[in-house]
């Protein structure tokens, strides 16, 4: 069965400093992976999404994120916070039955 | 160009008591699928709807229940509630019955007391 872990909570960076996001995945097979975000009192947005063209994806607002086989990861990073992205970030993995699986979300605060 | 939408935007209910929640897609959509949020958790899927039949289903009870109608607008129905069906239900459109791109509504929050 497919499953993804988002290995922190929380996380708190300064205003123009990087941004990681972890993400491991679990699958019998080469996966379909997600980016979320969810902004306060805001719908979900799609970030990225990686479908086996290339390992390194490239979202909107500045955010990317690298594919890993050998370590099951697809983290999000983005080389300088903005205050606006203070959000919730959810690693989702599309099953074989192409139902969406959420991870339980990050967090990400930005200090001016 | 609306996105997706959906009504009410906060619902309070009692246990035993049954609610319905709606959700018009965005335009060009013809596929809703229905997300249950609880608090601190990431969305879970509940059931899509695609050509007015609901094409896939996740882990819930049949007290939940959807209907899809020929505008492509959906309802979702909760009987019997219970306390813990308290959450943000969110609403996702998209194409051709995938998951491929999905816009999602800004949700409603149910509280049953």
């Known amino acids: 069965a497919q499953s993804v872990t988002q290995l922190d909570s929380h996380v708190s960076v300064s205003e123009g400093t990087p941004v990681l996001l972890r993400c491991n995945y679990s699958?019998?097979?080469?996966?379909?992976l997600f980016w979320y975000v969810q902004h306060p009192n805001k719908g979900l947005q799609l970030l990225l999404k990686y479908t086996s063209a290339a390992t390194l994806v490239k979202g909107i607002n500045g955010f990317e994120a690298e594919f890993k086989k050998s370590e099951t990861s697809f983290h999000l990073t983005k080389p300088s916070a903005h205050m606006s992205d203070a959000a919730e970030y959810f690693c989702?993995?599309?099953?074989?039955?192409?139902?969406?699986?959420f991870g339980t979300g990050t967090r990400l605060q930005v200090f001016p | 160009d609306a996105g997706v939408t959906q009504s009410p935007t906060h619902l309070i209910k009692t246990r035993g008591q049954q609610v319905t929640l709606r959700c018009s897609p965005k335009s060009g959509h013809d596929t809703v699928s229905w997300y249950q949020q609880a608090l601190g958790q990431g969305p879970q899927f509940i059931f899509q709807?695609?050509?007015?039949?609901?094409?896939q289903r996740g882990n819930f009870p049949d007290r939940f229940s959807g209907h899809q109608f020929p505008n492509y607008s959906s309802e979702l129905n909760v009987n019997a509630l219970l306390l813990g069906d308290s959450a943000l239900y969110l609403c996702?459109?998209?194409?051709?019955?995938?998951?491929?791109?999905?816009?999602f509504g800004s949700g409603t929050q149910l509280s049953v007391l």
């Open positions: 709807y695609y050509e007015e039949e609901e094409r």
């Open positions: 996702a459109s998209s194409w051709g019955g995938t998951n491929e791109k999905l816009f």
């Open positions: 989702v993995v599309r099953s074989g039955t192409d139902k969406l699986i």
């Open positions: 699958s019998s097979y080469s996966p379909s």
